[in-house]
């Protein structure tokens, strides 16, 4: 935790064309420590003009990228994976700082992350096309070809993550990148850039530049006519104005935005491993990702039980400061998020919920000053209510109970977000018969949040455009060109007769 009068550690500089820059037109902005609401870090943002200097920059350096043979890419991208693996534990303290999650959470994730810059660059030499058959007399075949300059705007929630999950495929694809992390959370996205300097990635290949999203650099990415395509993840409200401002300039869109995700628990599975994913998905990263069940469907059998256990298991979870290795679940990223999440919590009894568990702010001593909120559980909850509707991004489970099936798939299907789901059951008939009409992206069965670099990851409905993670992340990298080549070279007169 940053104690009182430590200095601040200073990023004075954005990373455009291989340089370490000062913003041209952006300023220095203090980065917030949610632990203790105390400013850690001063941060260089930059502006409009200094996008375009990074535009430019990743324009000049996209013809010999994309067209450097695959396996040269994948050599530098193993190289970054090392230069990852190297420097994750200190990445993971730095995230934990700037946004607040609980550091055996961040050591994990970031921990994998050389993992999946390895399969990324796997990927490198795989952007084949085929051929196509067609009459004797021609040859068809695609080719596929890097996009162009990628605009990669990520979240607060998981900074690396979303950055790792664009850059990876892009760079093996061949696109040169911008990349523009979160107001609240800029500081690994500069690291990264860091590693990616150390590694030797040629200059304006990968650009980095922390600002303002609405009005800022941002903005200004979303509608730069040389970006080919803007990778985002976020909110809905905010993927709608990005498709608006550059509507334009016709790019193309990958969108990983929110989620409601269903996770539903039948009265046959093995409730006690039902319960250590139910609960664990619902608090994980303090309620603050997307595809975490927030909506626990219990089978009336066994309701009762799960909200007991629910409840219990709350108390258990220890809210602390999140570089502390025995805390399970550290602040929420930033006051407003913390605002959010307490004005549903009264939004929930408002709407005659039951809080069995939670629902306040943790101040005092150890907490004073930062954003921690008590693991929260509603019981009797009803679909139609706004916390069983909307995204709150906070440690909140919304518990409703079903009695059949058809219910459950039914109340899995009434959300206007469609990420994840999760279900639990021993019937392997059932399994199939409910994962098959759940109408999300990733359905897990008995298991949840099982994500990995080589499955595709990305929703439906409210939820996003495309995927990220798997093969086909490349494919939101590549254009398809086709070649049709006549073996003959007759081309009949069309006026001759
Ligand atoms: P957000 O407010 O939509 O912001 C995301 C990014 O967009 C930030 O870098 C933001 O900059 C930028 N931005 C904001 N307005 C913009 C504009 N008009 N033009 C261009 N860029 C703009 O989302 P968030 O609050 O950071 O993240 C939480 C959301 O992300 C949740 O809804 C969550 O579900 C979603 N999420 C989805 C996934 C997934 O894979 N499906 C994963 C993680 C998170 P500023 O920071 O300056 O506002």
């Known amino acids: 935790m940053q104690q009182a009068g430590t200095p601040l550690a200073d ?60 396996h040269e890419r994948a050599a530098l991208l193993r190289r970054l994976a090392d230069a990852c693996e190297r420097a994750a534990p200190e990445l ?51 080719t596929r070809r890097p996009v162009g300059v990628v605009g990669a705007i990520t979240p607060w929630n998981v900074p690396l993550m979303a950055a790792l999950w664009k850059l990876g495929p892009a760079l093996a694809a061949g696109c040169t990148v911008v990349l523009k992390p979160a107001e609240h959370t800029p500081v690994t996205s500069l690291e990264l850039a860091r590693l990616f300097h150390e590694a030797g990635f040629p200059p304006g290949v990968v650009n980095v530049v922390p600002g303002w999203g609405a009005g800022g650099a941002g903005e200004r990415l979303a509608t730069h006519p040389d970006v080919a395509k803007i990778a985002f993840t976020g909110e809905g409200e905010t993927a709608k104005a990005i498709l608006r401002a550059g509507a334009d300039t016709l790019k193309r869109y990958t969108f990983e935005l929110g989620g409601k995700a269903p996770h539903i628990v039948f009265d046959d599975a093995d409730f006690d491993q039902a319960m250590n994913a139910a ?174 670099w080589s499955t595709p990851y990305g929703g439906v409905k409210a939820s996003g455009w495309g995927r990220e993670n798997g093969l086909e992340a490349l494919d939101a990298y590549l254009d398809v060109h086709t070649t049709i080549i006549s073996k003959t070279g007759q081309f009949a007169d069309p006026y001759a007769s």
């Open 11 to 70: 990023y004075p500089h954005l990373y455009i064309g291989g340089q370490w820059v000062a913003p041209v037109d952006g300023e220095q902005v203090e980065s917030i420590d949610p632990s203790n609401g105390r400013p850690w870090a001063r941060v260089a943002f930059g502006g409009p003009g200094d996008i375009d200097a990074a535009v430019a920059a990743a324009r000049a350096a996209f013809p010999a990228w994309s067209r450097r043979p695959g």
């Open 92 to 142: 993971a303290r730095l995230e934990t700082t700037d946004n607040g999650r609980a550091l055996r959470e961040t050591r994990a994730d970031i921990g994998g992350h050389a993992n999946a810059w390895h399969w990324y660059a796997s990927l490198a030499d795989k952007g084949s096309g085929r051929t196509i058959p067609i009459e004797d007399s021609v040859h068809a075949f695609t």
């Open 279 to 452: 609960t664990g998905s619902a608090w994980a990263l303090c309620g603050q990702s997307c595809a975490l069940g927030s909506r626990v469907l219990v089978q009336r059998p066994v309701y009762e039980r799960a909200v007991e256990e629910f409840a219990r298991r709350a108390a258990r979870v220890r809210v602390g400061p999140p570089l502390h290795v025995e805390s399970h679940m550290g602040p929420q990223a930033h006051a407003q998020q913390l605002a959010k999440t307490l004005s549903y919590v009264e939004a929930g009894v408002h709407e005659g919920a039951e809080l069995v568990a939670g629902g306040r702010r943790i101040t005092g001593g150890d907490y004073d000053g930062g954003y921690y909120m008590q693991p929260t559980v509603f019981a009797r909850v009803d679909n139609r209510m706004r916390i069983a509707r909307e995204e709150i991004f906070g440690p909140v489970a919304a518990l409703i109970p079903f009695d059949e099936e058809e219910e459950a798939i039914a109340l899995a299907n009434d959300s206007s977000y469609g990420l994840a789901a999760g279900l639990w059951t021993r019937d392997v008939g059932r399994a199939l018969r409910v994962s098959s009409r759940i109408e999300a992206g990733m359905v897990w069965v008995n298991t949840y949040r099982y994500i990995r």
